[in-house]
């Protein structure tokens, strides 16, 4: 009868464990977009730049802006909007090498993290983003063109994050078209 007893609360500790583990990994993702969150984002930024002072290795992070979400959500609904950002997710995480990581930082705004790539190797990489946004809007299944402008900025170990940031975010300002400022 102990046995009995052993073994479901084994399994009853084993279902908590799982679902606590669910819950756990809920909320370091972002809700609509399904990308890290800024949070974890920036938690999981912070320790890569310690781990690239300590290895003297190269890192670059891409500041993402979402062109004319503004004009999807007033013509189309803040839904088709949810939908825009969400496939743009989508496309970014599916593009970068596995051990690469994005996170959402504002509300049309991501940030990737190139890990172990200097600036000509991440814009490498990003290649395969702009095709696959490319190939998106060429079905057009949208009545809308799928657009996005990048800042890329690699990192020194003699700049903070919040440094690192403001850099790839003027880049990707002087990248954006003049129509869009």
Request: with cysteine; aromatic share 10%; hydrophobic share 40%.
């Amino acid at each position: 009868m102990g046995k009995d007893i052993d073994r479901r609360l084994i399994r009853i500790i084993k279902k908590q464990n799982v679902k606590i583990a669910k819950l756990q990994k809920k909320l370091t993702l972002d809700f609509g977009t399904g990308v890290l969150n800024k949070g974890q984002g920036f938690l999981k930024l912070k320790q890569h730049m310690e781990l690239c002072n300590k290895k003297n290795l190269p890192m670059t992070i891409a500041f993402v802006d979402v062109d004319n979400l503004k004009k999807v959500n007033d013509k189309f609904g803040h839904c088709e909007g949810d939908k825009l950002l969400k496939r743009i997710a989508t496309i970014i995480r599916r593009n970068i090498r596995e051990y690469d990581f994005v996170f959402r930082y504002g509300g049309d705004e991501f940030i990737v993290v190139f890990r172990n790539a200097d600036i000509r190797k991440a814009k490498k990489i990003w290649e395969r983003v702009k095709k696959k946004i490319y190939e998106e809007n060429t079905r057009r299944r949208r009545p809308y063109i799928i657009s996005i402008t990048v800042g890329f900025a690699g990192y020194t170990d003699n700049i903070s994050l919040q440094e690192l940031i403001e850099f790839a975010d003027k880049n990707m300002y002087r990248n954006k078209p003049l129509q869009m400022i």
